[in-house]
């Protein structure tokens, strides 16, 4: 299979050119375009350049605002931060309350960020990872649309409702994990689909409730949670924790909203700071070297870290650059030449 071998900046400039020949303003442009790229640079192909169509088919159907400037809203509690996306992506919108939300962690031990009227497409681990970069450790969380069936349920009810979490190291990567409360990410079994593959076992049920592993089967029916109960239980704290106390829309009220799953949802999401040394304070050891105490444990028995495989992934494309294959580079060529009408 013959590759192409892109710098950052070469592959980051060809796809903010598709977002704005697609209409976007460049606040939105240039924030979705780090985070796609971000993924092509760590490996993970389902959140890489093969997010884009989704988002160029979203903007052409209207379902998500090109020009929003996200609007970081009056101070109305100490610990509380929020932003109003304005209709536009949760990216941008992530940008404008990040420094607002780093102050108040370190300000106040422990803060929040509540997105409101987002489109999301993107991981999770973008937004924990900047947080540990402050010395701060992180939960994102957001709904998305109803495509998974509650444990003991065949029906789609919750979102595959992604949750990451990251903790800040001193001169190495942060320790992160960014997983759907699914069995996999949606983005998975469409990755399947396309190369013919079927699912593993246990992923998903079709519409009649019966285990399949067909992906356009399952893509018509429904995902399962991982872990069982365990994973729906969390699913459900999601709805509630980043739709319904938010006060935006559940992964059924986005479906209802936007009428497919072909196009990217409409939600909100959080993100909770927590300063280590504010809530070590008075207390024995630096909370940030005990960790490592307890890195190195697990490392000593053979395991890995969550994300070890990624940052090697991308320690590795920052001093070779991205490889991108013959058929991803002709998909951002189609993509540059005839933009929305390629979708």
């Not at 789609?156 to 990410?185: C, H, I, K, M």
Request: glycine share 10%.
């Amino acid at each position: 299979m013959s590759t192409s071998v892109l710098s950052t900046d070469a592959l980051s400039a060809r796809v903010d050119t598709i977002f704005h020949k697609a209409g976007l303003n460049a606040l939105q442009a240039s924030a979705i375009t780090r985070v796609i790229v971000a993924a092509e640079r760590d490996a993970c192909k389902s959140h890489g350049i093969y997010r884009i169509e989704g988002a160029l088919r979203t903007i052409k159907a209207g379902k998500v605002t090109p020009d929003a400037v996200p609007e970081l809203l009056p101070q109305q509690a100490p610990a509380i931060v929020k932003v109003d996306a304005k209709g536009g992506f949760a990216n941008p919108a992530f940008e404008v309350g990040l420094p607002a939300l780093i102050e108040r962690a370190h300000a106040c031990g422990v803060a929040a960020l509540a997105i409101n009227d987002a489109v999301h497409f993107s991981a999770l681990w973008v937004e924990v990872e900047a947080l540990a970069q402050a010395g701060l450790a992180g939960l994102a969380m957001c709904p998305s649309y109803a495509t998974v069936a509650p444990t003991g349920g065949n029906r789609p009810l919750l979102g595959t409702n992604p949750f990451a979490f990251g903790w800040p190291r001193e001169g190495q990567p942060p320790y992160v994990f960014d997983f759907a409360t699914s069995v996999a990410a949606r983005g998975e079994i469409e990755l399947h689909r396309r190369a013919g593959k079927p699912l593993p076992e246990g992923w998903a049920i079709d519409s009649d409730g019966k285990p399949t592993t067909d992906p356009e089967v399952a893509l018509a029916g429904a995902m399962l949670s991982f872990g069982g109960h365990k994973g729906s239980a969390i699913g459900t704290m999601i709805e509630l924790l980043a739709g319904i106390m938010i006060g935006d829309l559940t992964s059924p009220e986005a479906l209802d909203l936007i009428g497919t799953t072909t196009l990217y949802p409409s939600h909100g999401e959080l993100i909770i700071a927590f300063s280590p040394q504010a809530f070590a304070a008075g207390r024995a050891g630096n909370p940030l070297a005990r960790a490592e105490t307890l890195f190195e444990a697990i490392l000593g028995q053979g395991a890995r870290l969550p994300s070890q495989r990624r940052f090697l992934a991308r320690e590795k494309s920052e001093r070779d650059g991205i490889v991108l294959t013959h058929q991803e580079m002709e998909q951002l060529d189609r993509l540059l030449e005839q933009g929305l009408d390629a979708v």
